[in-house]
């Protein structure tokens, strides 16, 4: 399992990757981002292109991943500034058509990684055609936009719901690498981050985003004990993975409706 946290802090970037944390996202998307999340607890990123650069330059280990604004006019000139800024992956949000991959895939050329980021109603439902494009290196499934989009009332509809399970299985059927959502702390958030990976691990994922709410928790101390914080949660998330790698058919299919439940129990609480 690949774990993701978006920062543009150098400092704290060096600190995840001793940790343990595969990757550092530096989050360039702004293109209609505020309209499609407004009034809802998201982040809007201040990330700039500057970011990659200093980003590249702090990280002598990990993984340095970009995501671009959506395709749109300067898409060409965007992907070539990360590229040069020493992007290693780069991911596209918010893409409706196989032709707007194709031509993302056209941009990078080669030259970094390409992840698709699958957030809207049109991607979902072009899926083949889409994941036919040459050149994709790896997929994400991003919950939180795709269940505005759908007008669903919690973002882990998706999960329980089976969506995600029918997408990991055309992912599986390309041989694509992919990951969904986002994870927190134990004991933070209405479905339990152990059910979550148990999830991600049933359905084969192996990439996830760490949550604002991790992070907070990391820092909840002081400067002082971020490292330690960061070691103690990382190395909790790397037992609840293996625990459930390790998991036989019964006990994630028991975990599932669990998830289920917790899911539903959220819902009811809204």
């Not at 704290?12 to 293109?31: H, N, P």
């Not at 889409?130 to 939180?144: K, Q, R, S, T």
């Not at 760490?210 to 949660?233: H, I, T, Y």
Request: aromatic content about 6%.
């Amino acid at each position: 399992m690949k774990f993701i946290q978006i920062t543009n802090d150098p400092q704290f970037a060096e600190k995840c990757v001793s940790a343990g944390i595969d990757r550092i996202m530096v989050d360039l998307e702004t293109r209609g981002k505020a309209e499609r999340q407004a009034h809802r607890d998201t982040l809007v990123s201040d990330h700039s292109p500057e970011d990659v650069a200093s980003m590249a330059e702090c990280m002598t280990t990990g993984e340095l991943l970009v995501r671009v604004n959506p395709w749109h006019h300067g898409s060409i000139r965007e992907v070539d500034q990360v590229v040069a800024g020493g992007a290693n992956l780069i991911m596209l949000p918010m893409f409706r058509t196989a032709n707007e991959v194709r031509l993302f895939v056209a941009a990078v050329d080669g030259r970094a990684g390409t992840c698709l980021l699958f957030e809207t109603s049109s991607a979902v439902a072009r899926i083949d055609d889409i994941l036919a494009c040459p050149g994709i290196d790896e997929v994400y499934v991003g919950l939180n936009d795709l269940h505005v989009e759908m007008r669903l009332d919690f973002m882990f509809e998706l999960v329980s719901g089976g969506l995600v399970s029918l997408l990991a299985q055309r992912f599986a059927d390309a041989g694509l690498p992919f990951g969904f959502g986002g994870v927190a702390p134990e004991g933070q958030g209405p479905v339990s981050p152990t059910c979550i990976l148990g999830e991600h691990a049933r359905l084969g994922s192996s990439r996830v985003i760490l949550s604002r709410g991790f992070r907070k928790a990391c820092e909840s101390q002081g400067p002082a004990a971020v490292q330690k914080n960061l070691q103690r949660e990382v190395t909790n998330l790397r037992l609840i993975v293996d625990h459930w790698l390790k998991a036989d058919g019964s006990l994630l299919a028991g975990n599932r409706d669990s998830l289920h439940a917790q899911v539903q129990s959220a819902l009811a609480a809204k």
